[in-house]
């Protein structure tokens, strides 16, 4: 395992012991409704499956197709706040 990786998993049991990974996933669950993203995503599915057609579109297909796009639509001020939490949280718990 790389240093990186280790790092994450630390970084990523922290978060969750605390619970401040489920209050990070609320934030960003609120944040992409208000900004619209869902929507967008929605909307990307319906034409997906306008496309493949209702008995051929999958639950993969989706998350095939619309997996890529859904993390670039994600703007990047929800992203910066998130990471900023993270930051301050890590901060403020560091061992």
């Known amino acids: 395992m790389s240093k990186d990786s280790k790092m994450r998993a630390t970084i990523n049991q922290k978060l969750t012991e605390m ?4 209050r990070l996933k609320e934030l960003l669950r609120a944040k992409l ?20 057609g209702l008995e051929h579109a999958t639950v993969e297909d989706l998350v095939v ?15 910066r706040e998130l990471l900023q939490r993270i930051r301050a949280f890590l901060a403020q718990h560091a061992t």
């Open 19 to 22: 619970g401040e990974r489920e």
């Open 33 to 52: 409704t208000e900004c619209g993203w869902r929507d967008q995503l929605k909307a990307l599915c319906k034409d997906v499956i306008k496309e493949k």
């Open 65 to 79: 197709e619309i997996t890529p796009k859904g993390r670039v639509l994600v703007p990047d001020s929800v992203k």
